[in-house]
């Protein structure tokens, strides 16, 4: 049993918020000289100018960490302490967003970073197992000013009511508060089964199976903040991933890591996984849903062995006005199956395909150009079996190099075994259904119509050019969020040839070289002839430095953040990966999360009672298994702090209906309103009658958010008409969580939370997906106050 105490005697709490504004005050000063230090070395680092490429590359490094340290200091300047511990025995600890320490003494902490074992008591020390720990003390404070205390003494013999939750005054003032469109922390209100998950250890995949209000995505930012600091030097380098299921989302959490001094994690959306690609095109749901499918792997597959082509009758190669050799399908067929042996990717495979294509054509154009008939019989003949060959293996070197470069041998490799991009290869394969049939004979003929790329609107594209959609490099010209795990899956079957690449780099250098040796020739030309008869030597620059030397220290490199380096990096292998809203990921979009995180260091967040996308998940099982077996560690969150229980009452029906099995969270508070239904009974009347709640809402509300979630197929007729009609709406594709009121579908309103949420057309809702009832459970439980349902009486 704990005992409020905080608030209740004006004199004393008056003279408890002077004397820890006393204290508070003086961490602030801390605070200023750190920043005041970093911004001083960071100024001196600036002012460094010149050196060697190492230390430019030292001082860019240099400026890029007190760059940092700077951002953290300012991050965390609101809110800079927000706990006490009074232990048994020993001083107090105060708790906050992260370590100082007295510098002038001994080093003693001044504030406890909240990821810290010492801080550890602040969220689970109870009467019944206080940890050492006789009170805990809540410091609420606006930016710099300390504005009330509340202590829980944990005393089994104090009077009060018994609760499980830990600093309930302040985690109810923080849950009823008025939502701001962006997400806060939770660093003051970690409840215990929250902590244990956020404190978990890094190694193996964690699955947080939570329901709606559960601090799902609250829990995984900061177990993303506790691993970097806990893990610093094993994840530094490496780097934090977190994945989430739209850019609307992750724009809600973006200030969260932040305010917890972490400013170097990685936040992308499956469609940003791609580097050189953002892919924002919506699609309908059932093309996803096949795109998500695993077996799209050995389409792609396919689709890569279809571009390695035999052809069915020798091809003619015009090597010389007078010279045309025939390439025989059985020759490219022996070719190709060498290659394919070797396991090598495709573009890494071209190589070899290439040698031995004009290895044949060498020796074939040895053939025609004959053998000695002189070598053995003075006086000469035709040519016999067994006579040497004219060429010697010099002159058949010298023959391959020629016909490796021959335009027209050229053009048969391309055609025969192209280099392809990812772009190229899935563009080309969903934008022709002769590919798609040869490359998915599994999928139904119904199922690859529904997968064939549309051309865009436009002229027929003239011979030679891409086909519409596309562009010159094979890009298509709108990818979707289910093209990115393709890409991905063709990247890894295609490989990368950089032989070209590298080819521009040595160039690049040679370039530079030159440069140099100019300069220096300069300098040496424009040295005086006053002294040639002066015995002694004079040292010039030219006698310090060479060309390549001099072309080196003046090569720029651009110093990236580990966060900055992995988002540009296909390949890149993250210390830690995060996923929310796990459960709406496909099949293949989990091949390409498995493969960025080779370790399998992975926590994965979500609710499959909440599964909205058809390719999502239906248990974590089936999600894992392929990859880990059964080597996961399940966690859940049954608590619901955000969703008040009148809600949660309405939602357990719907909860019932997607499974009777399955129990949903315990709400911990009373909202005091009860959900309210309004019947329709024409759906032409639903855009006024919404437009009528809409305004009530938002007088109910006051300064809170209000999110209107609607039918996607009847989401422009009801934006238009309360757009019109209402100020400070906002609506789209990425809508601004900052207005007042917002108008979502159910897929955009996924991890986000109102004060007040009013669904239209519950019924729509359902009958629009196939998993229309985990729709209407998410979209009931955004709301942190009130809710409103808009009926169809017509339905």
């Known amino acids: 049993m704990s005992r409020q105490s905080g608030g209740t005697d004006i004199d004393s709490g008056a003279a408890e918020i002077a004397h820890e504004q006393t204290y508070v005050s003086d961490l602030y000063r801390r605070l200023d000289d750190l920043r005041d230090q970093a911004e001083r070395r960071r100024s001196g680092a600036l002012r460094q100018d010149g050196g060697t490429q190492q230390e430019r590359s030292q001082r860019d490094s240099t400026v890029a960490m007190y760059t940092d340290q700077v951002e953290r200091l300012n991050a965390v300047e609101n809110g800079l302490c927000f706990g006490r511990l009074d232990p048994v025995d ?29 801080a550890r008591p602040f969220y689970l020390a109870t009467a019944a197992a206080p940890e050492g720990i006789r009170r805990r003390r809540h410091i609420r404070s606006r930016f710099r000013t300390v504005t009330g205390v509340d202590d829980e003494v944990l005393d089994l013999d104090a009077d009060g009511q018994a609760t499980d939750l830990t600093g309930e005054a302040t985690l109810l003032a923080a849950v009823n508060a008025n939502r701001t469109g962006r997400m806060g922390d939770i660093v003051q209100t970690i409840q215990a089964e929250q902590d244990r998950v956020i404190r978990a250890d890094l190694n193996g995949v964690l699955v947080v199976q939570g329901g709606p209000g559960t601090g799902k995505t609250a829990v995984a930012l900061h177990r993303a903040a506790y691993l970097l600091y806990t893990y610093r030097q094993q994840l530094a380098t490496r780097g934090v991933l977190i994945v989430g299921p739209n850019t609307t989302f992750l724009r809600y959490i973006s200030h969260v890591l932040p305010s917890l001094a972490e400013t170097g994690v990685l936040l992308a959306t499956v469609g940003d996984l791609f580097p050189g690609v953002r892919a924002r095109a919506a699609e309908p749901d059932e093309v ?30 015009p090597v010389d006005e007078d010279v045309t050799l025939d390439l025989e399908p059985s020759t490219v067929a022996a070719a190709r199956d060498r290659v394919r042996r070797t396991g090598r990717p495709h573009n890494l495979g071209r190589e070899l395909f290439e040698i031995e294509i004009v290895h044949a054509l060498a020796a074939q154009l040895a053939e025609r150009i004959g053998t000695d008939p002189y070598a053995d019989d003075p006086l000469g003949g035709d040519d016999a079996p067994g006579d040497p060959q004219l060429l010697g293996e010099a002159d058949l070197a010298e023959l391959r190099r020629e016909l490796g470069a021959n335009p027209a041998v050229r053009a048969a490799l391309d055609e025969l075994w192209p280099v392809l991009t990812p772009q190229r290869l899935v563009a080309d394969l969903l934008g022709s259904a002769e ?46 969020p289910a093209d990115v795990p393709l890409l991905d899956e063709a990247a890894e079957l295609l490989g990368e040839d950089d032989r070209a690449r590298r080819a521009a780099q040595e160039r690049a250098r040679r370039r530079r070289i030159e440069y140099a040796e100019g300069a220096l020739e300069i300098v040496k030309g424009s040295e005086s002839f006053e002294f040639e008869d002066v015995e002694s030597e004079i040292l010039a620059a030219t006698d310090l430095i060479g060309a390549d030397l001099l072309a080196e220290r003046h090569t720029g490199a651009e110093w990236l953040s580990t966060a900055q380096r992995a988002a540009a990096d296909r390949q890149w292998a993250f210390g830690h990966v995060i996923v929310d809203e796990a459960q709406e990921l496909s099949a293949m979009a989990w091949r390409l999360l498995m493969r960025r995180c080779p370790s399998r260091s992975m926590t994965l967040v979500g609710d499959v009672a909440q599964t909205g996308a058809l390719a999502g998940a239906s248990s974590w099982r089936s999600v894992l298994e392929p990859y880990v077996a059964d080597r996961w560690r399940p966690a859940e969150l049954t608590v619901s702090y955000r969703t008040p229980s009148e809600v949660m009452a ?7 209906d997607i499974d009777p099995t399955l129990e949903p969270p315990r709400a911990v508070r009373d909202a005091g309103v009860q959900p309210w239904e309004l019947l329709v009974p024409d ?13 009530a809402e938002v007088e109910a509300v006051g300064e809170g958010r209000l999110g209107v979630i609607v039918p996607a197929h009847d989401l422009d007729r009801l934006a238009a008409a309360v757009a019109a009609a209402v100020p400070d709406v906002s609506v789209g594709a990425d809508p601004d969580l900052d207005r007042r009121v917002v108008l979502v579908t159910v897929a955009q309103a996924k991890g986000l939370e109102f004060d007040s949420v009013l669904v239209a057309d519950p019924d729509g809702l ?28 017509a339905r």
């Open 90 to 118: 020993g001083p107090p600890r105060y708790i906050g967003r992260i370590g100082l320490f007295d510098t002038d003494g001994d080093h003693e902490p001044l504030l406890v970073d909240w990821r810290a074992p010492a």
């Open 288 to 317: 996803a849903e096949i795109k998500g499918r695993a077996v799209l792997a050995d389409v792609l597959a396919a689709a890569v062995r279809d571009r390695q082509r035999v052809p069915e009758a020798a091809l003619p190669i």
């Open 435 to 480: 590919r798609l049939a040869t490359a998915a004979p599994q999928l139904s003929a119904a199922e690859r119509e529904l997968l064939l790329r549309p051309a865009l609107p436009g002229p027929t594209a003239p011979s030679g050019t891409p086909p519409a959609g596309t562009a010159d490099d094979g890009t298509a010209a709108d990818w979707t």
């Open 650 to 656: 309405l939602a357990a029906k719907v909860l019932a």
């Open 683 to 695: 759906p032409a009347e639903l855009p006024d009658r919404l437009v009528e709640r809409v305004r």
């Open 766 to 793: 359902v009958a629009e997906s196939a998993r229309g009832s985990n729709d209407l459970y998410v979209a009931l439980t955004r709301t942190t106050r009130r809710l409103g349902v808009l009926r169809l009486s």
